[in-house]
C-alpha cells in the first residue's frame, strides 16, 4: 500500500512540474552551432525577463521581447562574467547564444547569436 501512494506522489509532483506549451514556443540554447567564428564559446544562459534557466537548455520561452542574461565561460584563467541582451524572440525558432571574444586571451566578450533554426513541430498557426 506504501508502495502505491509514493508512485502516485511521484506522479504527481512530476505532472506538476511539467510545462504545458501548444503549438507554438521558442527555444534558447547555449551551445555552440557552427564552429567557424575564432574565439567564440557556448555561453551559460542564466534568465529570460524575470525567470531563471538554470541547467534546462534548450529552454522553452513563449515568443517575445526579452532581457536575457548570459554568462561567459571561463576564458584563459579569467573568470566568467554576465552580460544582458534584449531578444526579440520569434515564434518556432530555436536560438543559440554564444559568447564572442576579442581575442584569445582577454576577458572582453559580448553575447551573441551564434545560428537561429526552426524547430521540427511548432506551428505559428499561418498557413
Given at each position: 500500500?506504501?508502495?502505491?501512494?509514493?508512485?502516485?506522489?511521484?506522479?504527481?509532483?512530476?505532472?506538476?512540474?511539467?510545462?504545458?506549451?501548444?503549438?507554438?514556443?521558442?527555444?534558447?540554447?547555449?551551445?555552440?552551432?557552427?564552429?567557424?567564428?575564432?574565439?567564440?564559446?557556448?555561453?551559460?544562459?542564466?534568465?529570460?525577463?524575470?525567470?531563471?534557466?538554470?541547467?534546462?537548455?534548450?529552454?522553452?520561452?513563449?515568443?517575445?521581447?526579452?532581457?536575457?542574461?548570459?554568462?561567459?565561460?571561463v576564458h584563459d584563467k579569467f573568470p566568467g562574467s554576465t552580460q544582458e541582451m534584449t531578444l526579440a524572440i520569434e515564434p518556432c525558432q530555436r536560438y543559440y547564444i554564444n559568447a564572442q571574444f576579442e581575442d584569445p586571451v582577454r576577458p572582453v566578450w559580448k553575447p551573441v547569436i551564434d545560428y537561429v533554426e526552426p524547430i521540427a513541430g511548432c506551428t505559428t498557426g499561418s498557413k
Amino acid at each position: 500500500m506504501r508502495t502505491g501512494k509514493s508512485a502516485v506522489m511521484a506522479t504527481a509532483l512530476l505532472l506538476a512540474a511539467c510545462q504545458t506549451w501548444g503549438p507554438t514556443w521558442s527555444e534558447l540554447s547555449g551551445a555552440r552551432y557552427t564552429s567557424v567564428a575564432p574565439d567564440r564559446r557556448p555561453a551559460i544562459l542564466i534568465s529570460v525577463g524575470s525567470e531563471a534557466i538554470g541547467s534546462v537548455t534548450p529552454y522553452r520561452v513563449a515568443p517575445g521581447t526579452y532581457r536575457v542574461v548570459v554568462q561567459s565561460p571561463v576564458h584563459d584563467k579569467f573568470p566568467g562574467s554576465t552580460q544582458e541582451m534584449t531578444l526579440a524572440i520569434e515564434p518556432c525558432q530555436r536560438y543559440y547564444i554564444n559568447a564572442q571574444f576579442e581575442d584569445p586571451v582577454r576577458p572582453v566578450w559580448k553575447p551573441v547569436i551564434d545560428y537561429v533554426e526552426p524547430i521540427a513541430g511548432c506551428t505559428t498557426g499561418s498557413k
